[in-house]
């Protein structure tokens, strides 16, 4: 909007009229509109949590993994592994990763647990795997970037997440 497109009213009051003052704010106001909209539409494909822009699914070596990249912290989240063979699951995870998240439960159960090297491993037998998927499910403790490097038997798998307040 251009000022010389407004009209002046002739009016006998003695006001101090800003047009220029005005448009300014009007053109913020537009501004400012246009952000929410674009925050409401990522928000609904899941910049703030579950959704097409946060699920991150990887394959490798007959190994699926999905998760999600962006997380609310106090909020539990699943990463799921799915296997192509029922043989013996050796799982290695970073302590430093892990230092980021509560873990509340490992599905199915009946694993053994080691600490050694700066990974805490976690060993699946093949008698107890019966659909050969597994689920991590954890709880971001604390807010900003978290990345790990798991290994599944010998093969790796970088993990990255953004977790909000």
Do not use: C
Not at 7 to 12: E, N
Not at 55 to 72: C, D, M, N, P
Not at 84 to 93: A, C, E, N, V, Y
């Amino acid at each position: 909007m251009k000022a010389d497109r407004i009209g002046k009213v002739k009016h006998s009051l003695e006001l101090d009229e800003k047009l220029s003052s005005q448009l300014e704010h009007w053109k913020a106001q537009k501004i400012g509109g246009l952000a929410i909209m674009v925050v409401i539409v990522l928000t609904a494909f899941g910049l703030f949590g579950n959704g097409v822009v946060s699920s991150k699914k990887v394959e490798k070596a007959g190994i699926t993994l999905q998760y999600e990249r962006f997380l609310r912290r106090k909020k539990e989240m699943d990463v799921r592994w799915q296997l192509d063979h029922g043989q013996q699951l050796i799982f290695r995870i970073p302590i430093r990763y892990l230092a980021n998240f509560k873990v509340e439960r490992i599905v199915p159960d009946g694993y053994e647990t080691q600490l050694a090297d700066e990974y805490v491993t976690y060993t699946f037998r093949a008698d107890r795997l019966t659909d050969a998927i597994v689920h991590f499910y954890l709880t971001p403790q604390q807010t900003g970037s978290v990345t790990g490097e798991w290994m599944i038997d010998t093969t790796r798998f970088q993990i990255k997440h953004f977790i909000y307040p």
